[in-house]
């Protein structure tokens, strides 16, 4: 079953559209300069929503200053304070992310559902086994998709009856399972689903984790939008989101290359060429180009890919154009400028 469209800004999310790609700012958000210096470059990257934290009057004001000059639609994440949450909105936020177990009563929900409304904005209810209810963490302990799922199911119906349905749920977890059970519980639940892989680590284990766990949900069809949580710059989490929805067909990088691990036959520096070609080469239109350490492989990988370069000793490679021998023995300048030329 599709959820409902809701737009934040002029993104829509959900209803069949593609799984659209969210970071946080790292930067103090009273510090507008920074901040906008962060979202901008973030865009750039390929970050379609951004979120940004919201613990002060200062920060919650800024947010006026900071939409003037950003081109992406921006989400105030508010923690505790309602009063906090409406003067987000009153500055432009297009959308608030809330944990409603820690704003303090029903009561304060409805007073920013009634602004969220003035405003015509979105709310996210965040679930996390943090904000479990007692009576769900007696049932069903701390790492339960079930529990989790049941919570976020009571705040829609709270929503709904305050006639509220601009909504976006998510259930998170840092566990990668209780991640997937639930949200795959929750997937018919008729709002869009934020997915992610809560507090997942470092570079590379939080990859790992975030690749498994929204990248298992996206090839099930669940999941509206997506945000990688790593512990380094925001810029890696939106390249990161990329190439899982890259690797899933959802969209297509301009250039994935493909690249052998290399064995015992190869002699030439492939590991390096494989990283400096994805550094250096964005070709206009999408393609695929495989690195092979030899050419055993280069009839069968280069039919998949468009170009294959194959090592032939040190930093000579040969440059295939599908099965076909286009240079050889090039170094890898001569390669790149020579597929620059293509492209
Ligand atoms: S392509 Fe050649 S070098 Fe690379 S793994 Fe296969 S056999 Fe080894």
Known sequence: MESRIVKIGDVRIGGGNKPVIQSMCSTDTEDVQAT??????LTKEGCEIIRVTVPTVKAAKAISKIKKAIKIPLIADIHYSPDLAI?????????????PGNIGGRDKLTRIIISAKKHKAAIRIGVNEGSLESDLLKKYGSHSP?????????????????????LVVSVKSSDVRTTIEANRMLKNCGYPLHIGVTEAGTKESGTIKSAIGIGT???EGVGDTIRISLSTDPIEEVSVAKKILDALDIIKLPLRVIACPTCGRNKSDVWGLAEKLERDFEPKKPLTVAVLGCGVNVVGESKAADYAIVGVNGDKFTLFKKDKPIIRMASYNQILSYLKKQI
């Open 217 to 219: 949900l996206l090839a």
């Open 87 to 99: 003067l987000a909105l009153e500055n432009g936020a297009d959308k608030i992310r809330i944990n």
């Open 36 to 41: 906008i210096c962060q979202i901008n470059e």
């Open 146 to 166: 079930k529990a989790l799922v049941l919570s976020a199911k009571r705040w829609i119906k709270f929503f709904e009856n305050e006639s509220f349905r601009n």
